[in-house]
């Protein structure tokens, strides 16, 4: 199965392009939310690090301060609360941007295929999304039927 390929660069809002993600990896969890849910920084890699960089975090955050020592240090204030904002902040923006990428992403395929190009495209056009698969086997508590 192909994997889908990411939006065309022009696409790209400001909170996913170089000179602001660079900077973001200070502010913790705003980095890795960003980078997990990019269709254009969707390697292997960057989505290790990202997963690593929230649940060490979240481990240093919750059990190393608060569970610990029962502060959060300032050092740790001054770069969360930073973090937390901005992420909220891009979420929001990400959420209501989708639609214009999507809608820029059919209008780029529509001019490809009326300009000849003839290629087909790994984003399905109406969607944009990937399906889903079907879980296999039956859930616990429920009975199979037919077999006897």
């Known amino acids: 199965m192909e994997e889908p390929s990411p939006p065309p660069q022009e696409l790209k809002p400001w909170y996913y392009q170089e000179w602001f993600m660079f900077p973001t990896v200070v502010f913790w969890p705003l980095w890795a939310i960003l980078i997990i849910r990019s269709p254009w920084h969707n390697g292997l890699v960057s989505g290790a690090v990202a997963w690593a960089m929230l649940i060490v975090g979240g481990y240093f955050i919750i059990w190393e301060q608060l569970i610990q020592s029962g502060r959060l240090g300032q050092t740790t204030i001054v770069l969360i609360i930073p973090g937390l904002l901005l992420t909220v902040i891009t979420q929001v923006h990400w959420t209501r941007y989708r639609p214009v990428l999507r809608a820029g992403l059919i209008s780029s395929e529509s001019e490809a295929d009326s300009a000849g190009g003839g290629r087909a495209s790994p984003v399905s056009g109406a969607a ?21």
Do not use: E
């Open 128 to 148: 944009g999304r990937v399906p889903r698969r079907r879980r296999r086997g039956s859930r616990a508590g429920r009975s199979r039927r037919g077999r006897g």
